[in-house]
């Protein structure tokens, strides 16, 4: 079993940034791919970021990719999720994961979940 907690969101302006942390206990950390989905209001919640077990690799969506930077710390069994240039289309709760395959896009492959955190950009 893996406990996931997210911290770090809040209001910001556009063109603002944040920086998202998620972390875990429970079984061994480094064992599992991490992710981060977001959902607004009124939509599924989508794919934003995935990172590898050692963090060497990482994934994003095309709609962040160049603003978000994911990035591991398995010392610290801790997740981050930086964003900058945020858009008021960012708004949504967004949530950590952990994946014990090597399913980095596909929600229904992650096996925990924390219970997000809200993150509002205002234009």
């Known amino acids: 079993q893996v406990q996931l907690v997210e911290s770090g969101g809040g209001l910001v302006q556009a063109g603002g940034s944040l920086r998202l942390s998620c972390a875990a206990s429970?079984?061994?950390?480094?064992?599992?791919?991490m992710g981060w989905f977001r959902q607004a209001p009124g939509k599924e919640r989508e794919f934003v970021a995935a990172v590898s077990r050692s963090g060497g690799s990482s994934y994003y969506a095309a709609s962040v990719k160049g603003r978000f930077t994911i990035s591991r710390d398995n010392a610290k069994n801790t997740v981050y999720l930086q964003m900058n240039s945020l858009k008021p289309e960012d708004t949504a709760v967004y949530y950590c994961?952990?994946?014990?395959?090597?399913?980095?896009?596909?929600?229904?492959?992650?096996?925990?979940w924390g219970q997000g955190t809200q993150v509002t950009v205002s234009s």
């Open positions: 994961a952990a994946n014990s395959g090597d399913y980095y896009y596909i929600r229904e492959r992650y096996d925990y």
């Open positions: 429970g079984r061994t950390f480094s064992s599992y791919a």
